[in-house]
Protein backbone atom coordinates (compact mmCIF):
# COMPACT_ATOMS: atom_id res chain seq x y z
CA UNK A 1 0.00 0.00 0.00
CA UNK A 2 2.78 2.36 0.16
CA UNK A 3 2.12 3.91 -3.34
CA UNK A 4 -1.18 4.51 -2.44
CA UNK A 5 -0.57 5.70 0.78
CA UNK A 6 2.40 8.17 -0.29
CA UNK A 7 -0.40 9.53 -3.47
CA UNK A 8 -2.90 10.12 -0.28
CA UNK A 9 -0.28 12.50 1.23
CA UNK A 10 0.88 14.32 -1.37
CA UNK A 11 -2.99 15.59 -1.99
CA UNK A 12 -3.81 15.57 1.27
CA UNK A 13 -7.05 13.95 1.02
CA UNK A 14 -7.95 10.09 1.68
CA UNK A 15 -10.64 9.94 -0.67
CA UNK A 16 -11.41 8.09 -4.26
CA UNK A 17 -13.59 8.69 -6.96
CA UNK A 18 -15.82 5.72 -7.92
CA UNK A 19 -16.32 5.73 -11.82
CA UNK A 20 -19.42 3.74 -11.79
CA UNK A 21 -21.56 5.80 -15.12
CA UNK A 22 -24.59 4.32 -16.01
CA UNK A 23 -26.98 6.39 -18.53
CA UNK A 24 -28.87 7.67 -15.90
CA UNK A 25 -25.58 9.75 -14.68
CA UNK A 26 -24.73 11.12 -17.84
CA UNK A 27 -26.58 13.82 -19.34
CA UNK A 28 -28.28 12.22 -22.28
CA UNK A 29 -26.56 14.69 -24.79
CA UNK A 30 -23.52 13.21 -24.05
CA UNK A 31 -24.19 9.46 -25.19
CA UNK A 32 -26.49 10.85 -28.29
CA UNK A 33 -23.21 12.88 -29.57
CA UNK A 34 -21.98 11.17 -32.59
CA UNK A 35 -18.70 12.71 -32.08
CA UNK A 36 -19.17 11.64 -28.16
CA UNK A 37 -15.93 9.52 -28.46
CA UNK A 38 -13.35 11.91 -29.09
CA UNK A 39 -10.13 10.12 -28.31
CA UNK A 40 -7.48 10.00 -31.25
CA UNK A 41 -7.12 6.57 -33.58
CA UNK A 42 -2.90 7.14 -32.95
CA UNK A 43 -3.82 6.31 -28.91
CA UNK A 44 -5.66 3.71 -29.37
CA UNK A 45 -2.63 1.81 -30.84
CA UNK A 46 -5.25 -0.71 -32.49
CA UNK A 47 -5.24 -2.42 -29.14
CA UNK A 48 -8.78 -3.97 -29.00
CA UNK A 49 -9.81 -3.77 -32.74
CA UNK A 50 -12.57 -0.87 -31.26
CA UNK A 51 -15.47 0.24 -33.52
CA UNK A 52 -16.42 3.26 -32.71
CA UNK A 53 -18.56 4.18 -35.08
CA UNK A 54 -21.54 4.41 -32.88
CA UNK A 55 -23.74 2.27 -35.04
CA UNK A 56 -25.12 -0.03 -32.05
CA UNK A 57 -26.66 1.22 -28.89
CA UNK A 58 -23.80 -0.08 -26.74
CA UNK A 59 -21.07 1.49 -28.56
CA UNK A 60 -22.91 4.71 -28.89
CA UNK A 61 -23.82 4.30 -24.95
CA UNK A 62 -20.17 3.28 -23.86
CA UNK A 63 -18.59 6.27 -26.21
CA UNK A 64 -20.22 8.76 -23.76
CA UNK A 65 -19.09 6.90 -20.74
CA UNK A 66 -15.79 7.26 -22.15
CA UNK A 67 -15.76 11.04 -22.48
CA UNK A 68 -17.67 11.80 -19.47
CA UNK A 69 -14.81 9.55 -17.24
CA UNK A 70 -12.18 11.56 -19.12
CA UNK A 71 -14.32 14.87 -17.92
CA UNK A 72 -14.47 13.64 -14.80
CA UNK A 73 -10.25 12.27 -14.27
CA UNK A 74 -9.26 16.18 -15.78
CA UNK A 75 -11.76 18.02 -13.26
CA UNK A 76 -10.19 16.19 -10.29
CA UNK A 77 -6.44 14.62 -11.19
CA UNK A 78 -4.91 17.58 -9.38
CA UNK A 79 -7.64 16.30 -6.18
CA UNK A 80 -7.70 13.26 -5.25
CA UNK A 81 -5.11 10.54 -5.37
CA UNK A 82 -7.08 7.41 -7.40
CA UNK A 83 -9.72 6.07 -9.04
CA UNK A 84 -12.23 3.04 -8.83
CA UNK A 85 -13.76 2.23 -11.81
CA UNK A 86 -16.54 -0.39 -11.32
CA UNK A 87 -16.12 -3.33 -13.92
CA UNK A 88 -19.31 -4.82 -14.01
CA UNK A 89 -20.47 -1.38 -15.34
CA UNK A 90 -18.76 -1.63 -18.63
CA UNK A 91 -18.78 -5.36 -19.20
CA UNK A 92 -22.76 -5.26 -18.85
CA UNK A 93 -22.29 -3.76 -22.57
CA UNK A 94 -20.09 -6.90 -23.87
CA UNK A 95 -16.56 -5.90 -25.65
CA UNK A 96 -17.11 -2.41 -26.10
CA UNK A 97 -17.54 -1.99 -22.61
CA UNK A 98 -15.01 -3.88 -21.51
CA UNK A 99 -12.75 -1.98 -24.00
CA UNK A 100 -13.63 1.80 -21.98
CA UNK A 101 -13.02 -0.03 -18.83
CA UNK A 102 -9.88 -0.37 -20.24
CA UNK A 103 -9.12 2.62 -21.83
CA UNK A 104 -10.73 4.31 -18.73
CA UNK A 105 -8.09 2.94 -16.05
CA UNK A 106 -5.14 3.70 -18.81
CA UNK A 107 -6.21 7.35 -19.25
CA UNK A 108 -6.48 7.69 -15.39
CA UNK A 109 -2.93 6.30 -14.95
CA UNK A 110 -1.45 8.50 -17.52
CA UNK A 111 -2.96 11.41 -15.56
CA UNK A 112 -1.03 10.36 -12.64
CA UNK A 113 -3.68 8.70 -10.52
CA UNK A 114 -3.83 5.27 -8.89
CA UNK A 115 -6.42 2.99 -9.91
CA UNK A 116 -7.94 0.73 -7.94
CA UNK A 117 -9.98 -1.83 -10.18
CA UNK A 118 -13.42 -2.79 -9.01
CA UNK A 119 -13.98 -5.96 -10.09
CA UNK A 120 -14.76 -8.73 -6.71
CA UNK A 121 -13.34 -11.57 -8.39
CA UNK A 122 -13.05 -15.20 -6.27
CA UNK A 123 -12.18 -18.77 -6.98
CA UNK A 124 -9.55 -21.17 -6.68
CA UNK A 125 -6.90 -22.51 -8.54
CA UNK A 126 -6.50 -21.99 -12.36
CA UNK A 127 -9.16 -19.73 -12.22
CA UNK A 128 -8.89 -17.66 -9.15
CA UNK A 129 -4.87 -17.34 -11.27
CA UNK A 130 -6.90 -16.32 -14.06
CA UNK A 131 -8.38 -13.50 -12.43
CA UNK A 132 -4.97 -12.77 -10.85
CA UNK A 133 -4.04 -11.83 -14.12
CA UNK A 134 -5.51 -8.18 -13.59
CA UNK A 135 -2.46 -7.71 -11.54
CA UNK A 136 -0.06 -9.46 -13.04
CA UNK A 137 -0.79 -8.96 -16.87
CA UNK A 138 -0.81 -12.11 -19.11
CA UNK A 139 1.92 -13.66 -21.36
CA UNK A 140 2.49 -11.64 -24.48
CA UNK A 141 5.55 -9.94 -26.34
CA UNK A 142 7.24 -7.22 -24.84
CA UNK A 143 5.95 -3.90 -25.50
CA UNK A 144 2.79 -6.02 -26.28
CA UNK A 145 -0.35 -3.73 -24.86
CA UNK A 146 -2.19 -6.61 -25.06
CA UNK A 147 -0.05 -7.94 -22.48
CA UNK A 148 -1.68 -5.91 -19.54
CA UNK A 149 -4.98 -4.19 -21.13
CA UNK A 150 -6.63 -3.42 -17.65
CA UNK A 151 -4.21 -0.79 -16.35
CA UNK A 152 -4.55 -1.32 -12.19
CA UNK A 153 -2.71 -0.73 -9.35
CA UNK A 154 -5.44 -2.67 -7.62
CA UNK A 155 -8.28 -5.06 -7.30
CA UNK A 156 -10.90 -6.19 -5.16
CA UNK A 157 -11.47 -9.59 -4.20
CA UNK A 158 -14.27 -11.74 -2.16
CA UNK A 159 -12.09 -14.14 0.22
CA UNK A 160 -15.19 -16.63 0.91
CA UNK A 161 -13.49 -18.80 -1.15
CA UNK A 162 -10.41 -19.05 2.01
CA UNK A 163 -6.84 -19.38 1.50
CA UNK A 164 -7.26 -21.99 -1.64
CA UNK A 165 -8.77 -18.61 -3.62
CA UNK A 166 -6.59 -15.76 -2.11
CA UNK A 167 -2.96 -16.73 -2.50
CA UNK A 168 -3.10 -16.85 -6.39
CA UNK A 169 -4.18 -13.08 -5.64
CA UNK A 170 -1.49 -12.32 -3.19
CA UNK A 171 1.18 -14.20 -5.56
CA UNK A 172 0.01 -11.56 -8.04
CA UNK A 173 -0.06 -8.88 -5.78
CA UNK A 174 3.86 -9.40 -5.15
CA UNK A 175 4.79 -10.29 -8.53
CA UNK A 176 3.21 -7.11 -9.87
CA UNK A 177 3.58 -4.39 -6.81
CA UNK A 178 -0.09 -4.16 -6.92
CA UNK A 179 -2.51 -4.45 -4.10
CA UNK A 180 -5.84 -6.29 -3.39
CA UNK A 181 -8.71 -5.06 -1.24
CA UNK A 182 -10.84 -8.28 -0.01
CA UNK A 183 -14.55 -7.58 0.96
CA UNK A 184 -14.52 -7.68 5.00
CA UNK A 185 -17.67 -5.84 5.85
CA UNK A 186 -19.61 -4.34 3.37
CA UNK A 187 -22.07 -1.34 3.13
CA UNK A 188 -24.95 -2.76 1.95
CA UNK A 189 -27.67 -3.45 4.32
CA UNK A 190 -28.19 -6.98 3.84
CA UNK A 191 -25.05 -7.57 4.50
CA UNK A 192 -25.68 -8.57 7.77
CA UNK A 193 -28.15 -11.50 7.01
CA UNK A 194 -24.82 -13.31 6.29
CA UNK A 195 -21.80 -11.15 7.93
CA UNK A 196 -22.87 -11.01 11.43
CA UNK A 197 -23.85 -14.74 11.68
CA UNK A 198 -22.74 -15.68 15.12
CA UNK A 199 -19.81 -18.49 15.36
CA UNK A 200 -19.63 -21.17 17.87
CA UNK A 201 -17.00 -19.38 19.28
CA UNK A 202 -18.94 -16.42 19.76
CA UNK A 203 -17.37 -14.15 17.06
CA UNK A 204 -19.33 -13.06 14.10
CA UNK A 205 -18.52 -14.08 10.55
CA UNK A 206 -16.96 -10.51 9.65
CA UNK A 207 -14.59 -11.01 12.33
CA UNK A 208 -13.25 -14.28 11.45
CA UNK A 209 -12.98 -12.79 8.17
CA UNK A 210 -11.25 -9.75 9.35
CA UNK A 211 -8.79 -12.30 11.01
CA UNK A 212 -7.84 -14.52 8.13
CA UNK A 213 -7.00 -11.23 6.28
CA UNK A 214 -5.29 -9.56 8.37
CA UNK A 215 -2.80 -12.64 8.68
CA UNK A 216 -2.70 -13.59 5.18
CA UNK A 217 -1.36 -9.80 4.57
CA UNK A 218 1.33 -10.61 7.11
CA UNK A 219 4.01 -10.98 5.25
CA UNK A 220 4.12 -7.76 2.92
CA UNK A 221 3.81 -5.20 5.25
CA UNK A 222 5.61 -2.08 3.73
CA UNK A 223 7.45 0.93 5.17
CA UNK A 224 4.02 2.46 6.67
CA UNK A 225 2.86 -0.33 8.15
CA UNK A 226 0.15 -2.08 6.13
CA UNK A 227 -0.05 -4.90 3.72
CA UNK A 228 -0.47 -5.43 0.22
CA UNK A 229 -3.88 -6.89 1.63
CA UNK A 230 -6.43 -4.31 2.26
CA UNK A 231 -10.27 -4.67 3.84
CA UNK A 232 -13.38 -3.21 2.26
CA UNK A 233 -15.39 -2.08 5.45
CA UNK A 234 -17.96 0.26 5.15
CA UNK A 235 -18.55 3.34 6.10
CA UNK A 236 -22.26 2.80 6.81
CA UNK A 237 -21.28 0.67 9.94
CA UNK A 238 -18.41 2.99 12.22
CA UNK A 239 -18.71 1.60 15.58
CA UNK A 240 -18.00 -1.91 13.64
CA UNK A 241 -15.10 0.11 11.82
CA UNK A 242 -13.40 1.39 14.52
CA UNK A 243 -13.61 -1.97 16.20
CA UNK A 244 -11.77 -3.80 12.75
CA UNK A 245 -9.14 -0.72 12.68
CA UNK A 246 -8.31 -2.06 16.14
CA UNK A 247 -8.30 -5.91 15.30
CA UNK A 248 -6.49 -5.10 11.52
CA UNK A 249 -3.65 -2.56 12.43
CA UNK A 250 -2.16 -3.63 9.75
CA UNK A 251 -4.57 -3.25 7.02
CA UNK A 252 -5.35 -0.42 4.84
CA UNK A 253 -9.84 -0.26 4.52
CA UNK A 254 -11.08 0.46 1.42
CA UNK A 255 -14.30 2.77 2.54
CA UNK A 256 -17.58 2.40 0.31
CA UNK A 257 -20.74 3.95 1.52
CA UNK A 258 -19.95 8.15 2.18
CA UNK A 259 -22.46 10.55 0.92
CA UNK A 260 -25.10 8.54 -1.44
CA UNK A 261 -25.54 5.25 0.82
CA UNK A 262 -25.69 7.63 4.27
CA UNK A 263 -22.06 7.23 5.53
CA UNK A 264 -20.45 10.15 6.83
CA UNK A 265 -16.94 12.23 7.90
CA UNK A 266 -17.88 11.30 11.18
CA UNK A 267 -18.40 7.28 10.69
CA UNK A 268 -15.23 6.64 8.63
CA UNK A 269 -13.12 9.01 11.01
CA UNK A 270 -12.59 5.96 13.66
CA UNK A 271 -11.40 3.63 10.34
CA UNK A 272 -8.25 5.66 10.17
CA UNK A 273 -5.02 5.28 12.58
CA UNK A 274 -3.84 7.48 14.75
CA UNK A 275 -1.53 9.08 12.47
CA UNK A 276 -3.97 9.94 9.87
CA UNK A 277 -3.76 6.45 7.86
CA UNK A 278 -4.87 3.57 7.33
CA UNK A 279 -8.08 4.20 4.65
CA UNK A 280 -8.71 5.44 1.71
CA UNK A 281 -12.56 6.87 1.22
CA UNK A 282 -15.11 6.13 -1.86
CA UNK A 283 -17.55 8.21 -3.02
CA UNK A 284 -19.22 7.04 -6.49
CA UNK A 285 -22.70 8.95 -7.42
CA UNK A 286 -21.98 11.61 -4.91
CA UNK A 287 -19.36 12.87 -6.90
CA UNK A 288 -20.11 11.87 -10.84
CA UNK A 289 -23.63 12.63 -10.43
CA UNK A 290 -23.51 15.92 -8.67
CA UNK A 291 -24.02 17.40 -12.06
CA UNK A 292 -27.86 16.23 -11.50
CA UNK A 293 -27.61 18.74 -8.44
CA UNK A 294 -26.53 21.93 -9.18
CA UNK A 295 -29.26 23.22 -10.72
CA UNK A 296 -27.75 24.15 -14.07
CA UNK A 297 -28.66 21.56 -16.33
CA UNK A 298 -30.35 22.09 -19.57
CA UNK A 299 -31.83 19.61 -21.95
CA UNK A 300 -30.90 22.65 -24.65
CA UNK A 301 -26.69 22.01 -24.26
CA UNK A 302 -24.66 20.88 -26.40
CA UNK A 303 -22.58 17.71 -25.90
CA UNK A 304 -19.29 19.60 -24.88
CA UNK A 305 -21.38 22.32 -22.48
CA UNK A 306 -23.21 19.42 -20.76
CA UNK A 307 -19.46 17.99 -20.03
CA UNK A 308 -18.23 20.93 -18.76
CA UNK A 309 -21.03 21.19 -16.18
CA UNK A 310 -20.11 17.60 -14.94
CA UNK A 311 -16.71 18.91 -14.65
CA UNK A 312 -17.29 21.78 -12.64
CA UNK A 313 -19.66 19.83 -10.89
CA UNK A 314 -17.55 16.91 -9.88
CA UNK A 315 -14.89 19.15 -9.03
CA UNK A 316 -17.19 21.29 -6.10
CA UNK A 317 -17.75 17.97 -4.73
CA UNK A 318 -14.52 16.26 -4.28
CA UNK A 319 -13.28 19.40 -2.71
CA UNK A 320 -16.17 19.30 -0.68
CA UNK A 321 -15.59 15.74 0.49
CA UNK A 322 -11.53 16.48 0.71
CA UNK A 323 -12.33 19.46 2.93
CA UNK A 324 -15.31 17.40 5.26
CA UNK A 325 -12.76 14.41 5.04
CA UNK A 326 -10.18 16.84 6.67
CA UNK A 327 -12.32 18.02 9.24
CA UNK A 328 -13.28 14.67 10.70
CA UNK A 329 -9.91 13.96 11.10
CA UNK A 330 -8.64 16.87 12.71
CA UNK A 331 -11.54 16.53 15.21
Given amino acids: ??????????????????????????????????????????????TH?????????????VTGFYGFNRAIIDAVKDLVPAV????????????????????????AQSQGLYVLGDIKRGDIGSTAAAYAKH??????????????PWHEDAITVNPYFGTDGMTPFLDAAKQSDGDIFALVRTSNPSSA?????????????????????????????????????????????????????A?????????????????????????????????????????IGAWKRSGEYSESMTSQEALDLVARSARAAAVAMRDDLRKALQS
Wanted: charged share 20%; with cysteine.
Fill in 1 to 46: MDRLIEAIEQKDNPSVVGLDPTPALVPPQVILAQDGFAEPKEEQNG
Fill in 49 to 61: GMDWSGETPAAQI
Fill in 84 to 107: KPQIAMYEAYGSVGFDVYCLTCQY
Fill in 135 to 148: LTGVNSLDGDINGH
Fill in 193 to 245: EIQELELAGGERVYEHVADLVEGWGADSIGKYGYSRLGAVVGATHPEQGRELR
Fill in 247 to 287: RMPHTFFLVPGYGAQGGTAADVAGMFDSSGRGAIVNSSRGI
